[in-house]
T-cell receptor, first 112, second 112 residues
């Protein structure tokens, strides 16, 4: 069974601080997706990374896919209260007929 | 707005009943996914369809079934409902296998 270990599980920081969320596995994924979910709403796709070593930036968010395509990180610079939410990493197995693998999420709270 | 629509938005029913949840994917997306999210729980993957065919199955109960129609909309049928089936049910769509998903607003099911 493929697993995605996401850390930390909870994070509470002050506005303006930087943070990094990690997503690790012993398995190789064909792609990895990051989502943010707010209470009562559906997750919103932030980014999909496909190539090992790939780095994608979305304003203050930087996403990296590990060279071996087994891990990923999300770095937020100068966090703002609007960044508060549940961040999920989701891996697409290399076998197309296998269900997506979900991390348990990182619940981020940014305090003004 | 993700482009994915789900109906109804809310559903209240009694134990033992049967309900049907409907999902229309984003225009052009061939893949549809169904998820269950109970209060304060993570997303549980139920089932995935691609262009009308079942592609992957998660922790879907035998009382639950789904299908994707030729026009690509999908329905999730829940029968012999139990109190524990109360949850948010999300549908998501993607252009292809392993690609980023766009989630609908969800159907909140309450079983009394």
């Amino acid at each position: 069974t493929q697993l995605l270990e996401q850390s930390p599980q909870f994070l509470s920081i002050q506005e303006g601080e930087n943070l990094t969320v990690y997503c690790n596995s012993s398995s190789v994924f064909s792609s990895l997706q990051w989502y943010r979910q707010e209470p009562g709403e559906g997750p919103v796709l932030l980014v999909t990374v496909v190539t090992g070593g790939e780095v994608k930036k979305l304003k203050r968010l930087t996403f990296q896919f590990g060279d071996a395509r087994k891990d990923s990180s999300l770095h937020i610079t100068a966090a703002q209260p609007g960044d508060t939410g549940l961040y999920l990493c989701v891996g697409a197995p290399t076998s197309g007929n296998t269900p997506l693998v979900f991390g348990k999420g990182t619940r981020l709270s940014v305090i003004a | 707005d993700s482009g994915v629509t789900q109906t109804p938005k809310h559903l209240i029913t009694a134990t033992g009943q049967r309900v049907t949840l409907r999902c229309s994917p984003r225009s052009g997306d061939l893949s549809v996914y169904w998820y269950q999210q109970s209060l304060d729980q993570g997303l549980q993957f139920l089932i995935q369809y691609y262009n009308g065919e079942e592609r992957a199955k998660g922790n879907i109960l035998e009382r639950f079934s789904a299908q994707q129609f030729p026009d690509l909309h999908s329905e999730l049928n829940l029968s012999s409902l139990e109190l524990g089936d109360s949850a948010l049910y999300f549908c998501a769509s993607s252009a292809g296998l392993g690609q980023g998903q766009y989630f609908g607003p969800g159907t909140r099911l309450t079983v009394l």
